[in-house]
């Protein structure tokens, strides 16, 4: 018998039992629905995952962190992230641009709203990076010395902006609170009132002889100069405003390792701000003082240091190759490429996890299957013997009931696919439905790709064929003789 002929004669029997047929089929179009449904979860996540790092360029960007003894550091003194840092990054092969995390605390005003904010500087290029190209509305500014800015959408909500559209060109008044040394100065010599004259009659003058009180008054007015000179640099702070003409609204970045900021402003225009002084956080201040950079001048190129910087590298480049250049300048590295290798390594076992619970309803789906064909055995024994003395020998018999099982696990396997996607369809309805209503940025939670329809094929006719074996194998063993005499 030919495989054609195999299949004719085993629809045939299906037909002829429809009622079992129907049942036995239904269990394995339930099994890979489920099989399908939980599987095409897991491939949605991850295909809205792998086009999120796409879209913003993650794949190649790369976050640069300085050395510490914590992270393992071999040196005593790891390198400062500073402008010289960069340098000699940006010259490393593979880099395409190299801009540092820049940000300081900024008041908004707009008309009546004032609101606290922070703010990033940035080069116009890192602006025409993927990165920073998911505009929701206007454009990135012209230039590094543009006396525009970019916000984004969370931002522009909080000022009474619902719509995009309607906060570009909107002037921003922007101000800083800056320290600077010329009010801790000036806090030494006038503090409270109290002048250098008023504090040099307090001391006993005839008692300088002495050692002890000599070096009581030293003490006491060194205490008094730092603690005045703290007061006047901290809290004398001068505010720096500028108006700024909003050019464009992006949309949110994911948070993590990546961090920018509500608010963008060009380089150069942001420079007004740094070179004034100290930011007024209280974090930056004692950064300064830690490093030792408190008195250099904010010109100094090299004086400033950077928490974290970003790098935009070449697509054709491994990433692995510029990762291990740039720790063996003694700093430490984050890589999106690698983070993403990570997820999918997360997913492979997520989806297995899913694939075992999908296939544990199969198995017990194809449990019918092996039920339905021993009884066809006892109902067909008649057909059995005929088949044998008309020459079928009992590798033709088993295929017979292999391919009727195979015949049933590839119907219910197709309606099962069908069905599976169906469920699916509905499901990300009613859940795109909900995030719109509660202001979840809307995503596709299923996905049903190729591989997943290949798969299931081949495990839901896989396991109907494995499940068909006993019962092919117990028709090949009957006796034509006594098949045909009982009849």
């Known amino acids: ?37 939980m599987l095409s979860f897991g491939a949605g996540n991850q295909e809205y995952i792998s086009t999120q790092f796409k879209d913003l360029g993650l794949f190649s960007t790369m976050q640069v962190f300085p050395k ?22 940006s010259l490393v092969p593979g880099v395409n641009l190299v801009y ?63 719509l995009p559209d309607s906060i570009v060109g909107k002037s921003l008044i922007i101000s800083v609170r800056v320290s600077t040394i010329d009010s801790g100065l000036v806090h030494i010599l006038v503090d409270r009132g109290e002048t250098v004259l008023d504090r040099l009659k307090r001391i006993k003058f005839d008692s300088l002889f002495n050692s002890r009180y000599r070096l009581y008054v030293i003490r006491t007015e060194m205490n008094e100069a730092v603690k005045r000179f703290l007061n006047g640099f901290i809290n004398a ?22 961090r920018v900021e509500p608010i963008i402003i060009p380089i150069t225009t942001a420079a007004r701000f740094s070179t004034s ?50 720790e063996a300048l003694g700093f430490r590295t984050f890589s999106f490429a690698e983070q993403f290798e990570q997820i999918q390594r997360a997913f492979f076992y997520f989806d297995l996890a899913l694939g075992v619970v999908g296939l544990i ?31 079928a020998d009992e590798i033709e018999i088993r295929g017979l009931f292999l391919v009727e099982s195979g015949v049933i696990g590839f119907i219910g396997t197709i ?15 009613i859940a795109q439905m909900y995030m719109r209503r509660e202001g979840i940025p ?46």
């Not at 922070?118 to 590094?144: H, V, Y």
């Not at 930056?284 to 974290?308: C, R, V, W, Y």
């Not at 910087?309 to 990762?323: A, E, G, Q, R």
Request: proline share 4%; glycine share 8%.
């Open 361 to 391: 309803a199969l198995i017990t789906a194809s449990l019918g299957i092996v039920n339905t064909m021993v009884m066809s055995i006892t109902e067909r024994k008649r057909e059995i013997g005929v088949l044998k003395s008309l020459g």
């Open 442 to 487: 809307e995503m596709e939670l299923f996905a049903l790709p190729m591989w997943l329809i290949l798969i299931a094929l081949g495990v839901g006719i896989g396991v109907s064929v494995i499940a068909g074996f006993y019962p092919a194998a117990r028709a090949a063993r009957v006796d034509p003789v006594e098949a045909l005499r009982n009849d």
């Open 415 to 429: 309606v099962g696919i069908l069905f599976g996607w169906t469920i699916t369809r509905i499901v990300s309805v």
């Open 1 to 37: 018998m030919t495989l054609r002929d195999l299949i004719v004669i085993s629809t045939g029997n299906l037909w002829r039992m429809k009622l079992r047929a129907f049942l036995t089929i239904s269990g394995i179009v339930i099994a890979i629905a489920a099989f399908v449904s």
């Open 237 to 258: 702070q001068q505010v720096v405003s500028d108006t700024l003409t909003v050019c464009g609204v992006r949309e949110l970045l994911p948070s993590g390792q990546l």
């Open 68 to 89: 510490n003894k914590s992270n393992g550091s071999d040196t005593a003194s790891p390198p400062t992230l500073d402008n010289a840092a960069l340098d000699k990054i």
């Open 277 to 326: 002084g100290l930011g007024g956080s209280p974090v930056e201040i004692f950064t300064a003082m830690s490093s030792g950079s408190i008195f250099l001048a904010p010109e100094d190129k090299n004086s400033k240091t950077f928490s974290q910087v970003t790098i935009d590298l070449n697509p054709h480049i491994l990433y692995k190759s510029v990762k291990d250049s740039i």
């Open 100 to 162: 540092p995390y820049d940000a300081f605390t900024v008041k908004v005003k707009l008309g009546d709203s004032l609101i606290d904010s922070k703010a990033q500087a940035l080069p116009t290029a890192a602006i025409r990076t993927k990165l920073f190209s998911r505009m929701r509305s206007g454009r990135a500014f012209f230039g590094d010395s543009s006396r525009e800015v970019i916000v984004s959408d969370a931002l522009s909500k909080k000022l009474g902006f619902n």
